[in-house]
T-cell receptor, first 116, second 110 residues
Framework: DAGITQSPRHKVTETGTPVTLRCHQT?????MYWYRQDPGHGLRLIHY???????DKGEVSDGYSVSRSKTEDFLLTLESATSSQTSVYFC???????????????FGPGTRLTVL | GQNIDQPTEMTATEGAIVQINCTYQ??????LFWYQQHAGEAPTFLSY????GLEEKGRFSSFLSRSKGYSYLLLKELQMKDSASYLC???????????FGGGTRVLVKP
């Protein structure tokens, strides 16, 4: 299994509070991703990173920010959590995409966030 | 924009075969992935197609037709442990981003 950990694994917080989720990898993969998964919506990309300090928005980035200061860590921050951000958050990693290789994404165990 | 369509749920009997269809429309295409996700767990990689045709991996096979924007995942000799959600995910032409369908929940009954 790819070495990906997420912390915390579970968190309950109140509306308006800041929350930071951490993804840590030991695979030295270039790409890192944050997804959220909600019933009826599947996995949706929030932000992704293609290198240290290189990040870009996904399809549901509003209300979220990210940072990547080291290859192994990718942080997701909710500046002011809202109830609509209650979800399961998955981090994923992949290697640089070559034209003749899979470069599949490997997923972390997920973080269940509840915003009251 | 991206649009991926797959059935929400399918039920099959242990030992049988099930085919999960996926149609997609993407801006650029560079392969299609299938992932398996058991309830409460992370998705895990099952298969990858980038050229037209069938890829076989043991009890699982995946098919791709790029001109039709169509793929299917075939699960043979179903086992109880195959009860899970199966996610179709085409990859765009730029970067390494995947767009996931809503997933097909497969329930295997004895």
């Amino acid at each position: 299994d790819a070495g990906i950990t997420q912390s915390p694994r579970h968190k309950v917080t109140e509306t308006g509070t800041p929350v930071t989720l951490r993804c840590h990898q030991t695979e030295n993969h270039r790409y890192m991703y944050w997804y959220r998964q909600d019933p009826g919506h599947g996995l949706r990309l929030i932000h992704y990173s293609y290198g240290v300090k290189d990040t870009d928005k996904g399809e549901v980035s509003d209300g979220y920010s990210v940072s990547r200061s080291k290859t192994e860590d990718f942080l997701l921050t909710l500046e002011s959590a809202t109830s609509s951000q209650t979800s399961v958050y998955f981090c994923a990693i992949s290697e640089f995409q070559g034209r003749s290789s899979y470069n599949e994404q490997f997923f972390g165990p997920g973080t269940r966030l509840t915003v009251l | 924009g991206q649009n991926i369509d797959q059935p929400t749920e399918m039920t099959a009997t242990e030992g049988a075969i099930v085919q999960i269809n996926c149609t997609y429309q993407t801006s650029g295409f560079n392969g299609l992935f299938w992932y398996q996700q058991h309830a409460g767990e992370a998705p895990t990689f099952l298969s990858y197609n980038v050229l037209d045709g069938l890829e076989e991996k043991g009890r699982f096979s995946s098919f791709l037709s790029r001109s039709k924007g169509y793929s299917y995942l075939l699960l043979k000799e179903l086992q109880m442990k195959d009860s899970a959600s199966y996610l179709c995910a085409p990859r765009g032409a730029a970067g390494n981003k995947l767009t996931f369908g809503g997933g097909t929940r497969v329930l295997v009954k004895p």
